[in-house]
């Protein structure tokens, strides 16, 4: 055996000191979600809400401050780097589970549970003692509570849903318009990522910027298409199960959108003034434009499964 033994050199791995930043943002989110919990309910909430968001957003402004006042000084290493890498593509992952969930409670509820309703399947479960006169269809314009109880009904359908409405009102319908806003920002957001790896901040900055602009248009759509959906198409939260799954989906995929646009924008905000990211350092932007396209595909799947084929 050899005596001549060759060093190895190994990367310092940066280890922050101790901080309280954890412990007030489980804080902030416990408030936040208390709060809503309450709202919820009807029984007030709003202050806990209000209290546990505004911390929570502190939290995470100081947090952000220093990993990126610890980069700007070159204290993260390549490791520590991988390490925010794996991290965002695990919340990601997390994120298409979380919305898996809800595809597949609205797959449950439009083959399986509606038609078991309506007396499908094995008999014997008295589906027409419970609900006389319920025929399954989707979207579900007559709820099983309104067939069997008529006017008495509690829980009654919408006048229209939010389907395709035909090929002569399709300019008008607003999720087309919503897809391709959305699409196009996806396009906009990898034109200024190669803008990036080109070192054109000029370019960069004006993509970035067309991204952060398509994103606030989306969000104003869709406020949009939720006041019409209320007061003209009579659908609503209480209107059956196609009003709750539809505000479930489309709403939290909504929220995404402008958690993505907050996002996006911290980074645009971040180049201009700051001059941040370089086309071999750029964690930050990188993992904005991931979630964003992220975003992109899930309302791809909820264009083409609640409203083309909803």
Same mark, same amino acid.
């Given at each position: 055996m050899s005596s001549n033994i060759q060093a #190895?050199?190994? $990367? $310092?791995?940066?280890?922050? $000191?101790?901080?309280?930043?954890? #412990? *007030?943002?489980s804080l902030g989110l416990f408030l936040t979600v208390f709060g809503a919990g309450h709202m919820l309910n009807g029984t007030g909430g709003g202050l806990y809400l209000t209290l546990g968001s505004v911390l929570f957003a502190i939290v995470l402004w100081c947090w952000f401050s220093t990993v990126i006042a610890e980069n700007m000084q070159g204290l993260n290493n390549n490791q520590l780097k991988r390490s925010y890498v794996w991290g965002m593509g695990w919340f990601i992952f997390s994120e298409v589970m979380f919305f898996a969930g809800f595809f597949g409670a609205l797959f449950y509820v439009r083959s399986l549970a509606g038609p078991?309703?309506?007396?499908?399947?094995?008999?014997?479960?008295?589906?027409d003692l419970l609900w006389p006169g319920y025929e399954h269809e989707w979207p579900v314009m007559i709820t099983p509570d309104q067939a069997a109880n008529g006017e008495a009904a509690e829980f009654t359908g919408p006048k229209e849903a939010m389907s395709f409405p035909g090929w002569s009102k399709l300019l008008y319908w607003l999720p087309l318009w919503?897809? #391709?806003? !959305? !699409?196009?920002?996806?396009?906009?957001?990898?034109?200024?990522?190669?803008?990036?790896? $080109?070192?054109?901040?000029?370019? *960069?900055? !004006?993509?970035?910027?067309?991204?952060?602009?398509?994103? #606030?248009i989306f969000i104003i759509l869709q406020a949009e298409e939720y006041i019409h959906a209320y007061q003209e198409l009579g659908l609503t939260l209480e209107s059956g199960?196609?009003?709750?799954?539809?505000?479930?989906?489309?709403? *939290?995929?909504?929220?995404?959108v402008t958690l993505g646009?907050?996002?996006?924008?911290?980074?645009?905000?971040?180049?201009?003034?700051?001059?941040? *990211?370089?086309h071999d350092d750029s964690f930050g932007f990188d993992a904005a434009s991931w979630y964003w396209h992220f975003v992109d595909v899930v309302w791809v799947g909820l264009f083409i499964y609640v409203y083309v084929f909803g």
């Open positions: #190895i050199e190994h $990367e $310092e791995y940066y280890v922050p $000191e101790q901080s309280r930043l954890p #412990i *007030f943002a078991w309703l309506a007396g499908e399947g094995e008999p014997g479960y008295g589906n919503n897809t #391709i806003v !959305l !699409l196009t920002s996806s396009v906009t957001v990898h034109i200024a990522h190669g803008a990036l790896k $080109e070192n054109n901040r000029k370019k *960069f900055n !004006l993509w970035l910027g067309l991204t952060v602009v398509l994103g #606030i199960i196609y009003g709750t799954t539809f505000f479930l989906l489309t709403g *939290f995929h909504g929220a995404h646009t907050f996002m996006l924008l911290v980074m645009l905000l971040r180049s201009l003034l700051k001059g941040h *990211f370089k």
